[in-house]
C-alpha cells in the first residue's frame, strides 16, 4: 500500500487548507485511516481518523485541539482521504502525514505511512 499526501502549503492565519491522501496497492481495505502531524522538535501527535468499514465505517475521531476547526472525510472510489482545515492558527504548523489501517486504536498503531506534507501557518 503506498500512500500520497498533497495538499500542503503556507497560509495565514484563519485560513484554510485542504490536504488530500490518495492510496493505492493491490486491494485497498483499511479498517481506518488517520491523520497525523509532527511540529519541529515535538513528538508526532493524533490529529484525526475515520473508519473506513464495518459496523461503525463514516465514524470520525479528532484531537480536542482541532475538533470544530478541521473535518476529515473520505472519497470510497477514489481511495482517499481528506482533511479540510479551517480557522488555521499558526500552532497547527507542522509536517502532516497521512495514516492507514490500525492494528488496534484508531488513535495509533498504523501499518502505513505517506511521506508527509508540510503545512506552515503564519501569523
Known amino acids: 500500500v503506498e500512500l500520497v499526501e498533497s495538499g500542503g502549503g503556507l497560509v495565514q492565519a484563519g485560513g484554510s487548507l485542504r490536504l488530500s491522501c490518495a492510496a493505492s496497492g493491490r486491494t485497498f481495505s483499511p479498517n481506518a485511516m488517520a491523520w497525523f502531524r509532527q511540529a519541529l522538535g515535538k513528538e508526532r501527535e493524533?490529529?484525526?481518523?475515520?473508519?473506513?468499514?464495518?459496523?461503525?465505517?463514516?465514524?470520525?475521531?479528532?484531537?480536542?485541539?482541532?475538533?470544530?476547526?478541521?473535518?476529515?472525510?473520505?472519497?470510497?472510489?477514489?481511495?482517499?482521504?481528506?482533511?479540510?482545515?479551517?480557522?488555521?492558527?499558526?500552532e497547527d504548523t507542522a509536517v502532516y502525514y497521512c495514516a492507514a489501517d490500525s492494528t488496534g486504536s484508531v488513535y495509533r498503531d498504523y501499518i502505513y505511512w505517506g511521506q508527509g506534507t508540510q503545512v506552515t501557518v503564519s501569523s
Open 46 to 90: 493524533f490529529v484525526a481518523a475515520l473508519n473506513w468499514r464495518g459496523l461503525s465505517a463514516g465514524s470520525t475521531y479528532y484531537a480536542d485541539s482541532v475538533k470544530g476547526r478541521f473535518t476529515i472525510s473520505r472519497d470510497n472510489a477514489k481511495n482517499t482521504v481528506y482533511l479540510q482545515m479551517n480557522s488555521l492558527k499558526p
